[in-house]
């Protein structure tokens, strides 16, 4: 590891538009005649590989896991109230698209409590669906790799707080 980064092969990363991956190392590579320090990380879920350079690294968004603080702080953010503004459907779909790919997992808790329907509540557009479940996946990612549980229990966990919290 070189004393420019603060990742280690083996740490879970967020990086906003991927959610949780595992950094694998740090490589270097020349591109353009330039020599690069990349930080590799892999996304299991998305089969994927993505190499950040290390001097970006901040700038891209990329940041370590939450710590249990920071996930009991969006957890209690996905036990308040709903607030679903009056604009119309495409313009919030827009803001819910723009708080789950800021990695945050406030915005990201904030976006499952708007979205999530209880059983007694109307059907959900299939857009609506389609964010409220990318939400629920990127935040039970992170849930899970902070609290080492598995994802889906990770996600029942996540909805059964959302249940208790509407009832």
Do not use: C
């Not at 249990?68 to 702080?73: G, I, R, V």
């Not at 857009?127 to 902070?146: M, P, T």
């Amino acid at each position: 590891m070189s004393k420019g980064t603060k990742y280690q092969a083996g740490d879970h990363v967020v990086y906003p538009t991927h959610g949780v991956g595992m950094v694998k190392g740090i490589e270097q590579q020349e591109i353009a005649g330039m020599a690069l320090e990349l930080i590799v990380i892999e996304f299991d879920k998305d089969r994927m590989i993505l190499r950040v350079p290390v001097a970006k690294a901040d700038d891209s968004g990329l940041r370590k896991l939450s710590s249990p603080d920071q996930m009991k702080s969006a957890l209690k953010t996905l036990k308040g109230k709903s607030r679903v503004r009056r604009t119309m459907w495409s313009r919030r779909a827009q803001e819910y698209e723009a708080k789950i790919n800021s990695g945050d997992p406030i915005a990201i808790a904030e976006v499952v409590r708007d979205l999530f329907r209880n059983a007694n509540q109307p059907d959900q557009s299939y857009s609506e669906r389609q964010l409220y479940q990318a939400a629920l996946d990127r935040l039970a990612r992170e849930f899970a790799a902070v609290e080492a549980i598995g994802e889906e229990e990770a996600a029942e966990k996540l909805e059964d707080m959302l249940q208790k919290a509407a009832a």
